[in-house]
């Protein structure tokens, strides 16, 4: 994949986000998540709040290492399912999740991230926000124990 590093990062740090270190790009998402975020993170700069991006769009390739990394970690696939999808499954493969560092970014996202569709989806992930559009009106839905509960990942 091509894209711009340093234009992005340039523009991300002027709208509050941080890009991070790891590489993972923000350009990858998918486009209304995208939009999303950056309007949430204008919001939140104006309450002192910056968003750090600490993974958005990953690749198969890395979404697997993480995976085995997860069951050699918690010693079962069923375990590890808890906290890491199958790249067929990831919603960051796919560019429609990104992961937040920083209590501050995740308490305010936690309070008004609805109003823009941000929601948080699993209860033992406080970082990890999926678009949720739906939310705009009727305010994010219920969240999973943990990815393993989630009935996408079936």
């Known amino acids: 994949m091509s894209g711009n590093t340093a234009s992005s990062a340039i523009w991300t740090k002027s709208l509050g986000y941080k890009e991070a270190a790891s590489g993972h790009q923000i350009e990858y998402l998918n486009p209304h998540l995208l ?29 697997e290492q993480l995976q085995e990394d997860a069951i050699a970690t918690y010693g079962s ?12 499954k990831s919603a960051h493969v796919s560019g429609d999740a990104v992961d937040l560092d920083g209590y501050d970014t995740q308490a305010w996202l936690t309070k008004r991230g609805a109003g823009f569709g941000l929601c948080q989806v699993y209860e033992n992930e406080p970082w990890h926000f999926e678009l949720r559009t739906e939310a705009q009106q009727q305010g994010c839905p219920s969240m999973y124990a943990d990815a393993a509960h989630d009935p996408r990942m079936k």
């Not at 975020?37 to 002192?48: I, S, V």
């Not at 910056?50 to 979404?63: E, I, K």
């Open 35 to 63: 939009r999303a975020l950056q309007d949430a993170a204008t919001a939140a700069k104006d309450d002192g709040v910056v968003f750090h991006v600490s993974s958005g769009w990953r690749s198969t390739a890395y979404q």
């Open 77 to 88: 696939r069923a375990k590890a399912s808890q906290w890491v999808a199958p790249p067929e």
